[in-house]
Nanobody, 126 residues
């Protein structure tokens, strides 16, 4: 099990940028696939991005491709989500999640993740 704490959310104008961070506890961070998900008011939680254990394999939701970048620093036990060209429809609570999986594997299914952070609010004004 790993404990996750997100930070970096806030209020930004459309077209702006934010970088979310997710700090993980434990000594085996590099054994976990990490993912970012989001939930807008009145909507179900949806996949945003995922990154494999070493960072060599990435996957993005179509809605964020070309605008968001997921990365990780295993020495710092942290995963990031750089969000550029933000749109009002990106407004949501953003969650990071972790699952223990083999190398070179990622998953976009939230049911596949075992550990979740508490979320950080991102609000994009028009």
């Amino acid at each position: 099990q790993v404990q996750l704490v997100e930070s970096g959310g806030g209020l930004v104008q459309a077209g702006g940028s934010l970088r979310l961070s997710c700090a993980a506890s434990g000594r085996t961070f590099n054994s976990y696939v990490m993912g970012w998900f989001r939930q807008a008011p009145g909507k179900e939680r949806e996949f945003v991005a995922t990154i494999s254990r070493s960072g060599g394999r990435l996957s993005y939701a179509d809605s964020v491709k070309g605008r968001f970048t997921i990365s990780r620093d295993n020495a710092k036990n942290t995963v990031y989500l750089q969000m550029n060209s933000l749109k009002p429809e990106d407004t949501a609570v953003y969650y990071c999640a972790a699952v223990f999986l083999p190398a070179r594997v990622v998953t976009t299914d939230e049911k596949g993740y075992d550990d979740w952070g508490q979320g950080t609010q991102v609000t994009v004004s028009s």
